[in-house]
């Protein structure tokens, strides 16, 4: 499951462009140094935006390259920052973001948590000082990858979500997301902003002429509204449950990593304004893992089974994403034609080859 997946984002549609994974990764790591990143910082930046595209949340990569230059070049990112862990003992890392992009904050820190996590059973990661990181799974996938369970938040500007029954924002759109390994088969995955939908998946909508539902947020004036360039507060996704997480979230990665609740934002994604927090679970530390993923894949064929008797497609959450991984990287990257056209301009302003 990507991001929220209430609107579907159009798969077949003629303005949609693909390209080679490898050529995108390479102009948006070009893009990266040429506005001071180191190379690995860069190459460790385009890998992560990349795998957003690749995982099937398009939202949150490399169309976002144009804005992560953008805080580079009024200050809110330090390109030559270092991610510094400040704390720690033998379950929790502490660690100064330096003001890096949140892709490098966030790798750096589910790092020290898997680390953590293998010695002792449970790592714990807070990374404050940090910006918009992309899509939370895209860095967790690296636990599973060692056969562990990851689970974080992320917090992102001011307050733009209501609780239910109110009109004005009160909580921020936080991101909530988990990978658990499977044993031979993809990840079960679930990243989701806690808002009915994330401001980057609306905003990319809005490039396809696809509208939002008439009950999915208010404008300035507290009126409902289906314009999404109007939008100003968005329903929490599931009523309470969606308004309980992101509280959870403004905490968890607000206060708790050093940073505010987001209602005392200034509203924006400025460097200041992102904090995260990851938990990693070693499985074998807590049960049996041959029991653990046996356990799971039963249940998740049952589930299967009921399914085909009412005759309805079941999927798992990490399932499509998984699907998207296989076909993209073979097919290429999918990205909406404006978007690549920014990106050629954007390469073109910095003399980075854009032969895509």
């Given at each position: 499951?990507a991001?929220?997946?209430a609107?579907?984002?159009?798969?077949?549609?003629?303005?949609?462009?693909?390209i080679?994974?490898?050529?995108?990764?390479?102009?948006?790591?070009?893009?990266?140094?040429?506005?001071?990143?180191?190379?690995f910082?860069?190459?460790?930046?385009?890998?992560?935006?990349?795998?957003?595209?690749l995982?099937?949340?398009p939202?949150?990569?490399?169309?976002?390259?144009?804005?992560?230059?953008s805080?580079?070049?009024?200050?809110?990112v330090?390109p030559r920052a270092r991610?510094?862990i400040?704390d720690?003992?033998?379950?929790?890392?502490?660690?100064?973001?330096?003001r890096?992009?949140?892709?490098?904050?966030?790798?750096?820190?589910?790092?020290a948590?898997?680390?953590?996590?293998?010695s002792s059973?449970?790592?714990?990661?807070?990374?404050?000082?940090?910006?918009?990181?992309?899509?939370?799974?895209?860095?967790?996938?690296?636990?599973?990858?060692?056969?562990?369970?990851?689970?974080?938040?992320?917090?992102?500007?001011?307050?733009?979500?209501?609780?239910?029954?109110?009109?004005?924002?009160?909580?921020?759109?936080?991101?909530?997301?988990?990978?658990?390994?499977?044993?031979?088969?993809?990840?079960?995955?679930?990243?989701?902003?806690?808002?009915?939908?994330?401001?980057g998946?609306?905003?990319?909508?809005?490039r396809?002429?696809?509208s939002?539902?008439?009950?999915f947020?208010?404008?300035s004036e507290?009126?409902?509204?289906?314009?999404?360039?109007?939008a100003?507060?968005?329903?929490?996704?599931?009523?309470?449950?969606?308004?309980g997480?992101?509280?959870?979230?403004s905490i968890?990665?607000?206060p708790?990593?050093?940073?505010?609740m987001?209602?005392?934002?200034?509203?924006?994604?400025?460097s200041?304004?992102?904090?995260?927090?990851?938990?990693?679970?070693?499985?074998?530390?807590?049960?049996e893992?041959d029991?653990f993923?046996?356990?799971?894949?039963?249940?998740?064929?049952?589930?299967?089974?009921?399914?085909?008797?009412?005759?309805?497609?079941?999927?798992?959450p990490?399932?499509?994403?998984?699907?998207?991984f296989?076909?993209?990287?073979t097919?290429?990257?999918?990205?909406?034609r404006?978007?690549?056209?920014?990106?050629?301009?954007l390469?073109?302003?910095?003399?980075?080859d854009?032969?895509?």
């Open positions: 499951m991001m929220s997946s609107i579907p984002i159009p798969t077949d549609s003629p303005d949609l462009i693909r080679p994974v490898e050529q995108m990764v390479s102009v948006v790591e070009q893009i990266l140094v040429k506005k001071s990143l180191f190379q910082d860069a190459t460790v930046a385009a890998q992560r935006l990349v795998e957003a595209d995982y099937g949340i939202s949150h990569g490399c169309g976002r390259i144009r804005e992560l230059v805080a580079i070049d009024c200050g809110d330090d991610v510094l400040v720690e003992n033998d379950v929790l890392s502490v660690l100064d973001g330096g890096a992009l949140g892709h490098l904050a966030a790798t750096k820190g589910v790092e948590a898997i680390a953590k996590a293998k059973g449970v790592g714990i990661s807070c990374i404050g000082n940090s910006q918009t990181l992309g899509a939370l799974s895209v860095p967790l996938r690296m636990a599973s990858e060692n056969g562990l369970i990851a689970i974080g938040f992320s917090s992102t500007g001011g307050a733009t979500v209501a609780a239910p029954g109110m009109t004005t924002g009160v909580v921020g759109n936080a991101a909530f997301a988990y990978v658990i390994p499977r044993k031979d088969l993809p990840p079960i995955v679930f990243d989701s902003a806690c808002g009915v939908e994330s401001w998946k609306l905003n990319l909508l809005k396809f002429g696809v939002m539902p008439n009950d947020a208010f404008d507290g009126q409902p509204t289906s314009d999404i360039d109007a100003a507060t968005l329903m929490p996704l599931g009523g309470e449950l969606g308004f997480l992101s509280f959870l979230g968890l990665a607000g708790l990593v050093g940073g505010q987001a209602i005392r934002k200034k509203g924006t994604d400025s200041d304004d992102s904090q995260h927090f990851v938990i990693v679970l070693d499985i074998g530390h807590f049960t893992a029991r993923h046996k356990r799971i894949d039963v249940a998740v064929e049952e589930m299967k089974e009921k399914a085909k008797e009412g005759d309805r497609e079941f999927r798992i990490g399932e499509r994403g998984a699907d998207c296989h076909e993209y990287s097919t290429g990257i999918p990205l909406h404006s978007i690549l056209e920014e990106i050629k301009q390469a073109q302003s910095l003399n980075v854009d032969s895509f």
